[in-house]
Structures are given as structure tokens and as C-alpha cells.
């Protein structure tokens, strides 16, 4: 997920990641035993082998001065390599479980399992090329196995494949084939699905699913200007736009960090506090996951504080697109008075068990008078699990509209003739064991957010009218 503020650590920490299969079930409750991957330059010699990713169609091979990442389909294997010191420093710790390997940011982090296998499967015997028919196969092949909702959606891949296999050919163009693969995605409704590919030096990109509600406002509000810059000018004047106005309405209480990624103040005698990301809380661009969750501490524990006298908190989440899972948690650490079961997850397949994920309550300052969590159909990926977990705790109570309905983390597939595809791989299911994938999570109270008769206004006056109800 491409956070909305400036690219970080995380990012990077995020890429690999889901490169190794997005979040799959944690460990580390298995073992304290974690060591740190890199010795010197090398990988740990415990850590050496080739292994592999359960449920999420991955191998590792892990070598003392070398690491190839290898992606596993019954049409073929697709390679790349890492530098040691690259990878080790973005997954940076290990720990041997029986005949499995746990690799993991931190200790307390979201694990990845890899079992050792002897060999590769006989799939990879065929080395793929970069042809229409290779890559056809594999595009589907990974679908076909790692994609999990296809049911929810509606779509019979199988009859995807059968309409428009006849139209590969050998001497089609990369645009012909990208066009081709973007009418077998089109009917999938998935913000977390993607077809990203670089045509005679332009970057084309096909994505699954917008916003229900913004979007056609933006562009309907775009249309009635008489001098018309481009969409996304006028997209970007009114996000800035927003974020001005409300900053007005906090006037002189109105404090931001994280180069405003954050933002905070008081409406009258209400706290109000908006994350525009679920990253780049850190000043360093190279910040490990850790580092990131400590700046989150820092930076919400001071807006708390500063905050800690008002009768209610308006947490505003409307434009936020999403980042990482443990920069939610943590946030949300600061509203919980103990430790609540928030939400689960597990690939599709199931070959791995379910997670189970709690906020913990913070140590630093927490605010446990009533909060006001307020999402729109902008509010996806990770904000949707930061709304997953707000909702579970007894002191928020949520409003606005439904989120996107884009939970599962992005599984990044790079296609033989070097595409990348990003498909939703993890079935999330919240605290009372509901599914919101593909619908959105829904509030309490609905409350529009985006007036099409005023969209560069109404958000402001939404969060004044919350603030001035008893």
C-alpha cells in the first residue's frame, strides 16, 4: 500500500515483506530465541536453506552471501535475488521452531513460517520467458491458486481464462497483452488488486477498485469548473484544500507532526486528532518497523495529552489510505483501557492457522473518555484495521460510512516478463468473526462525509456538527 505522505523505511520494510507473502500467522509465541539474520554480511548459518512459505506460493533460498526469493506456481517459477545485507536488514531476525524457520521484524512482530523442503517442485523445472503465452499462464496460474475472493465477487476466473486465451499470441504487443490481462480483472471489485507494467517508456496500471462515493463527487464537482486544469491537479488542490479547512476549525489549538501527517486540536471543549497515513511517523526515511511504532508512542501520546481535558475525542480517519498494521495497533493502544481482541487473519487456504491480534493498552498516555471514530470509502487497508480494532473497544463508538473494503495485506507477484501483479491473499475477520472484505465496514451511525453539494466544505462542517452533539 502506497502511504499518502512521504516514502519511509516502512515502505521499503512493507515491500519485502509482502514480497515474502504479506503477514502470514505469527510464531513468535513459539520461541524468545530470536537472533538477528545478518552476521557480519552473511546470513546466519542456522538460518541457510531452502524453505518454504506456507499458503502463500514462496520459496527461500537463504545462502550465506546470497538470498533468492523464488514465486511458486504449477505454470512455472519466477526468481529474484536479494543482496544479504538488504534483506537482513529489512526482515532482521530468526528463529529456528523444530524443522521450521520463523523470520520476523521484531520479536513481537507479525511472523513469517517456512518449512524446509529438499527440493524445488518439479514446476520450476522449465526456467518462464518473457512471452505472451508464459506470461498469460503465469498470470493466470497465480490467480487461479493465491486469490481469495473470487466468490465475493462474483467472478468465475476459469471462464476468464477460456475467453480470452485464443486472443495471446506470439507477436502481440505488451499493450495488446495488457489489455487482455485488464478485461480478466475488471469485474473484480479490490482496491488491493493491481496490474502495474512499463509500455514503450509510459507506466500503464489497471486498478481493481475507487472510491464509491468520492470519486464521482470530485469529478462531477471537476466538471463545472469553466477553466479546468488537469483531474489530478484539481484532485490534489482539494485534498490540500481539506486539510486547510480543518485546520481552521482547530484555529489556534491546531498542532501537526510527522510533516502533517498527523494533525490535532480542539473544537470547543472536543479533542480532535486525523492520520492522513498509517506510516512515516518516523523522520527517518530508513526506519525499522520498531523504530516507526516508537515514534507512533511519541507522537499520539503527546496529542493525548495534550488533549487529555476534553469531554470526547473525534478520531478522524476519512482520508486515510492505509500503511502498516502495527502503526494501527498502536495507535489504537491509546484508547484501550485493556487488552482487547481486535481481529484475525489467515491466508485463504488456510495452511497456516488463523492470528489473533489484540490492542494493548499503551503505557503512555491513553485517553479513555469517549471516542467518535469516523471513517468514509476512502478509509482503507490498514485504516480499516485500525477502524477493526477502535471498534472493539467499549469507548468508541463509530460513524461516518462504510470504509472500502480492502483489508487483506497486498501479495506482490512480479510476472515473467517483469510486471508486477498485487492481489489480496488473507481472509481478515473482526472481533465478532465478520468478514468486511469486499463490502466495507460499516458504522454505528452514518453520517455523509461528502456532500456533493459542497464537497470542499462538507468535511469540515461534518466534524463541527460531531463536535457540537451531546
Known amino acids: 500500500m502506497k502511504l499518502p505522505v512521504r516514502p519511509s523505511g516502512t515502505v521499503l520494510t512493507l515491500i519485502v515483506l509482502t514480497l515474502l507473502g504479506g503477514w502470514p500467522a505469527t510464531y513468535a509465541q513459539e520461541t524468545s530465541d530470536f ?34 526469493l523464488i514465486d511458486v506456481t504449477a505454470a512455472g517459477c519466477v526468481r529474484r535475488t536479494f543482496e544479504p545485507v538488504e534483506f537482513g536488514t529489512l526482515v532482521r531476525r530468526y528463529a529456528r521452531v523444530g524443522d521450521g524457520l520463523v523470520l520476523a521484524d521484531q520479536p513481537d512482530s507479525t511472523s513469517l513460517r517456512f518449512d524446509s523442503i529438499g527440493a524445488e517442485p518439479a514446476s520450476c523445472g522449465r ?21 481469495a475472493f473470487f466468490d465475493l465477487h462474483q467472478v468465475d476466473w476459469e471462464a476468464q481464462r477460456k475467453a480470452n486465451e485464443s486472443k495471446i499470441r506470439a507477436d502481440m504487443t ?19 488488486l493491481s496490474l502495474t507494467a512499463e509500455i514503450d517508456g509510459e507506466q500503464e496500471r489497471f486498478v481493481g477498485q475507487r472510491t464509491r462515493t468520492l470519486g464521482p463527487i470530485l469529478r462531477a464537482a471537476y466538471h463545472t469548473k469553466k477553466r479546468k486544469k488537469s483531474m489530478g491537479k484539481f484532485q490534489t488542490e482539494w485534498f490540500f484544500g481539506t486539510k486547510k479547512r480543518i485546520r481552521r476549525v482547530l484555529g489556534r489549538s491546531s498542532t501537526d507532526a510527522a510533516g502533517g501527517n ?22 527517518d526515511d530508513d526506519a525499522t518497523i520498531d523504530e516507526e511504532v516508537a515514534a507512533v ?90 477502524t477493526m480494532s477502535m471498534r472493539a473497544l467499549p469507548n468508541v463508538t463509530h460513524v461516518g460510512t462504510d ?9 506482490d ?25 469486499g463490502k466495507g465496514i460499516p458504522p454505528a451511525r452514518e453520517v455523509t462525509i461528502w456532500d456533493p453539494k459542497d464537497v470542499r466544505k462538507s468535511h469540515a462542517e461534518v466534524m463541527k456538527r460531531l463536535a457540537s452533539e451531546r
Not at 505488451?174 to 488491493?192: A, I, N, P, R, Y
Open 35 to 68: 537472533e538477528m539474520l545478518l552476521v557480519g554480511e552473511q546470513i546466519a548459518p542456522e538460518a541457510v536453506g531452502l524453505w518454504k512459505n506456507r499458503g502463500y506460493g514462496r520459496l527461500l533460498r537463504l545462502e550465506a552471501d546470497s538470498v533468492e
Open 403 to 411: 470504509t472500502m473494503g480492502a483489508l487483506s495485506d497486498i501479495l
Open 262 to 283: 498527523v494533525l490535532w486540536g480542539r473544537i470547543g471543549d472536543v479533542g480532535y486528532i486525523t492520520v492522513y497515513g498509517m506510516g512515516g511517523f518516523d523522520d
Open 127 to 147: 526456467e518462464l520467458e518473457a512471452t505472451p503465452r508464459d506470461t498469460f499462464d503465469y498470470f493466470y496460474a497465480t490467480m487461479n491458486e493465491l486469490y
Open 297 to 386: 508512542h511519541r507522537i499520539i501520546g503527546r496529542a493525548v495529552q495534550d488533549l487529555a481535558d476534553t469531554r470526547k475525542l473525534i478520531f478522524d480517519v476519512t482520508l486515510n489510505q492505509g500503511g502498516l498494521d502495527d502503526v494501527s495497533r498502536a495507535i489504537a493502544s491509546h484508547f484501550a483501557a485493556e487488552r482487547t481482541y481486535a481481529y484475525q487473519k489467515q491466508p485463504f487456504r488456510k495452511e497456516t492457522p488463523p492470528q489473533r491480534f489484540d490492542v494493548v493498552p499503551a503505557s503512555g498516555p491513553r485517553y479513555l473518555k469517549p471516542v467518535i471514530l469516523v471513517t468514509s470509502d476512502v478509509t482503507v487497508s490498514a485504516a480499516e484495521i485500525f
Open 413 to 437: 507477484k512480479q510476472l515473467p516478463n517483469g510486471w508486477e501483479l498485487a492481489l489480496s491473499h488473507e481472509v481478515y475477520l473482526d472481533h465478532e468473526g465478520v468478514l468486511w472484505e
Open 174 to 192: 505488451d499493450k495488446e497483452l495488457f489489455e487482455v490481462f485488464s478485461t480478466m480483472l475488471e469485474d473484480v471489485d479490490d482496491g488491493h
